[in-house]
Structure formats: C-alpha cells, structure tokens
C-alpha cells in the first residue's frame, strides 16, 4: 500500500474560523492528505480558538502591537511555522497583510482566500463592495499571497449570482458556501504537486 505523508499546514486566522473549519472536516472524511500543524493568530477572542481546542491542534497569540515591528512580527510567525516543518500556510480570514518576511520564507506556499472574484473588490468588506457596485455575478477566490493586497496568482475560483434584495449578509452567506468547498480543493491540488505557478498563471496540471 502506497503511504502519502500528510502535507503539514499552519493555519492563520483573525475571527470565526468557518474556513478552518471546513479544511478541518475534508481532513476528518479523508477527502484532504493533509494535517494542521498549527493555528496562529492575531486575536485572542478568536473563535477559531475553540475549533483548534476541540481539535487538539496547538495554537499560538501572537498581537502585532507587542512586536517591534510588522517585519518583526512576521518573522516570528514564519520561525513558529519552519520549526514545526509547516508546508503550506493557509491564511484563513486572517485580516492583515502580510509581510515580507513571512512571504519570503514561504514563496508560493501561502494561500488566502478573498470573498470576491479577484481583481474586483479587494480589501475589507469585499461581499459589501459588490452589493453596493450592483454586480450581477460575485463569488470567492482562491489565490497565493504575494506582497500585494489580493493581487497574488490565482488558484480557483467560484461563482455565485448577485440578487437585486441581496445584502452584505445574504451575499456573504452565499459565497461562504463556496469558499468551504474551493479552500480545501485548491490545498488538496498543492498537496498532489499540481499547481505550477508561471508568472502570475497558476496552472493546474
Ligand atoms: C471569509 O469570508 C474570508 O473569505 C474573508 O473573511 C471571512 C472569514 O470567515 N477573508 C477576507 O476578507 C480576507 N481579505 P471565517 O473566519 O469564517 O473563515
């Protein structure tokens, strides 16, 4: 029988950790060759705390304003992520940018997922962003992270319909659901050393 070693992941996240979660499960059904390592995060009122508890996964606080510097604080979260031979790190509703030394650390081995069909409507409150544009189609990408804000190589994405008596919410909750179905399809891609990145392609082999 062929033995595949589970891919190490660290997890990043700032708030509920519905994503987290979702990788969590296609890991528990077999789906994922995958295992989380870690769970790191800006925010001690984190929900995502109680899902890396219940799960017995370790997790570390780290607050960017007890750090010198965002280089600072960033080369410690990539130190915690090496010493524990993280693989691929997921950044999972973790509202910052992040910094150089992280990326540097991990060059294409940093994922985001945006809730949004990247290039439009980057940022914070990207389901509002589209609601208030009157777009008639929106969804969620997955894509590497580079130095930008969700400007990285594009991985996957889906798409959902834009009502007219759509709001934030609604919307949020119709893309939520297709981000817990693509997240864990693009880390199982990486896992299976399918994605090669040309320049800003990603293509899937
Ligand atoms: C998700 O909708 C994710 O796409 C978004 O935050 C939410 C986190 O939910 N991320 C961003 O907006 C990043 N720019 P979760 O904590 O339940 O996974």
Do not use: W
């Amino acid at each position: 029988m062929k033995c595949i070693k589970p891919l190490q992941l660290g997890v990043l996240a700032s708030g509920r950790g519905s994503n987290f979660q979702s990788i969590l499960n296609e890991i528990q059904k077999g789906n994922l060759p995958a295992s989380v390592r870690v769970l790191i995060t800006d925010n001690p009122d984190a929900y995502a705390i109680e899902r890396a508890k219940k799960n017995d996964i370790e997790f570390l606080i780290f607050k960017p304003k007890d750090f010198k510097s965002k280089d600072e604080y960033y080369r410690k979260i990539a130190d915690e992520l090496k010493s524990r031979e993280v693989e691929l790190v997921i950044l999972a509703g973790f509202m910052r940018i992040v910094g150089k030394p992280l990326i540097d650390a991990f060059p294409f081995k940093i994922m985001n997922i945006h809730p949004a069909l990247l290039p439009s409507f980057p940022g914070l409150h990207a389901q509002k962003q589209a609601v208030d544009y009157g777009v008639k189609i929106s969804g969620c990408t997955v894509h590497f992270v580079d130095e930008g804000m969700d400007t990285g190589p594009i991985i996957i994405q889906a798409a959902v319909p834009v009502y007219h008596d759509d709001t934030e919410e609604t919307l949020s909750q119709r893309i939520l659901e297709q981000e817990h179905k693509i997240y864990p399809e693009a880390i199982k891609l990486f896992s299976e050393g399918r994605l090669e990145v040309k320049g800003r392609i990603v293509n899937i082999k």
